[in-house]
Structures are given as C-alpha cells and as structure tokens.
C-alpha cells in the first residue's frame, strides 16, 4: 500500500481488520496525526531507506537495528590479523564462548562419559579458561612466547596483556596460532588418541607460524623469520636434551 492510499482512506481504522487493543489505539492516534499532518505533493514518489538513500546498505541497517555499540579493540586486531579466515572464525568463537568445549557440550545436554579436561589429570572441567589459559600443558605452552596469562576472568584483558608482553605488531597472529595448536593438540588426544607433549606442541606451532610467512606483510615479514629461527633453536635443544636424558 502507498501512503497515498493510506492517506485517502476514511476512516483510517478501517486499515485494520482486528481490534486494537487499549495500548495499540493509543499508537493509532499518534499514527493518525502523523499521516494527517503529512502534505502531499504533485512529485513522484520514491523509495528510500531511514538513512535517506535508495542505496541498501548492511553496514547502515545493522547501525540502526543496534545502534552504537562498544566492543573490545581486540575484534578489530582479530580481522586485521594475517591468519587465515579459518584461524579468524576459530579464534572470533573464542572470543565468544562459543567453541565446542566440554562445559558447553554439558550446557548442550550431551552426554559425555566426563567434562573433565582432556589434557591434564586435575580433575578441572574442560572450561575455556581452563583449557587455553589454566591448563599446566597451556601455561608452559605459553612460556614458549614467553608471556603468563593474567589472573583473569575476561578474555579480553588476558589478549590486551599478552599485546603489550609480546610487544610486537603480529601479537594477534600469534597469539590465534598459539590457541589454534592448543585446540588441535586437543582434538588429537580426544579422536586420534595422540598424547600432548611440549615437544609435539612446538613442533606443530612452529609449523603453523611458518605458514604465516606467507601471509605476513613485507615490513614484518624479516621479524617472524627471526622468531622462527629462535623457536626452531628452543626445539634442537629440547629434543638433544630428551635424546640425552633418554639414553643416560
């Protein structure tokens, strides 16, 4: 229907087939005067969004549904990252509590045989916290980067402490990379039955990292080939050191 057929009909109630209710009558009156208040012109009419423009625009809708909204900068350094999509969607579900951890599985109703942690003996229920941040193999994982996840409950301040520890402009990258190995080495254990050990886990994070050579802009791309070098040292010296454990 045009407002111009809206607007030459008498009475205006007839537009509605139901009653209105007490509530609804009274938005009806302030409706009636708003299109009483209306003049027409000759112009032909035209089709436009609340933003005044013919023009559709997702960005602008979401705007007006929401509003204005205050998010943590650290959405933006997730999409600004060098990852690969995969690694952004797998790290942005974390941001969110969304990833499929056993205390969600639990929320889930899934029956499992238990919600403990995979990875350590503690008896400590497979959280998010707990996993990427609390677990003994997740907090020397994070010695590898040499930074310590902060005594908190908020993501968000452990990603804003772990920016100025690394003190690099790839912390995000690395700091998803980080996550995402810890998130495989325990999705090995759980369906391949693969035990974790520090050993697999520098292996394989040095891997992924080296993908991201890549990736990475040529400004920063000389700063992670050196890291590489140093992670690849950290992995002859603690496999010479097993090696010679393991023979004494």
């Known amino acids: 229907m045009t407002f111009r057929q809206a607007f030459h009909t008498e009475p205006l109630q007839h537009l509605f087939q139901l009653p209105l209710s007490k509530e609804a009558y009274n ?15 000759t112009e032909t009419d035209w089709w436009a969004y609340i933003w005044r423009s013919a023009q559709f625009s997702s960005q602008k809708a979401y705007r007006h549904l929401w509003g204005h909204v205050d998010i943590h900068p650290s959405f933006k350094w997730l999409w600004k990252s060098c990852c690969q999509n995969k690694h952004k969607v797998f790290f942005w579900l974390l941001m969110v509590d969304r990833l499929s951890t056993r205390n969600i599985l639990k929320h889930k109703n899934m029956a499992l045989p238990t919600f403990d942690c995979a990875i350590c003996n503690t ?19 994070w010695n590898l980067l040499q930074v310590q996840p902060v005594n908190s409950d908020s993501v968000f301040d452990i ?10 402009p790839i912390f995000m990258s690395l700091i998803i990379m980080h ?29 992924e990292v ?25 992995l002859v010296i603690f ?10």
């Open 27 to 41: 938005q009806f009156l302030l409706l009636e005067d708003r299109v009483f208040s209306v003049q027409l012109t």
């Open 123 to 141: 008896g400590s229920e497979e959280t998010l916290q707990h996993l990427f941040f609390q677990c003994p193999l997740a907090l020397n994982c």
């Open 159 to 168: 990603i804003e402490s772990f920016k100025y520890q690394l003190n690099t």
């Open 179 to 207: 996550c995402w190995t810890t998130w495989t080495t325990r999705n090995d254990l759980i369906f391949q039955g693969i035990q974790p050990s520090m050993g697999q886990f520098r292996s394989s994070f040095r891997k």
């Open 210 to 234: 080296t993908l991201l050579l890549h990736r990475v802009s040529i400004k920063h791309k000389l700063f992670l080939e050196e890291w590489i070098k140093l992670l690849w040292m950290i």
């Open 239 to 248: 496999w010479i050191f097993f090696l010679s454990f393991f023979v004494s």
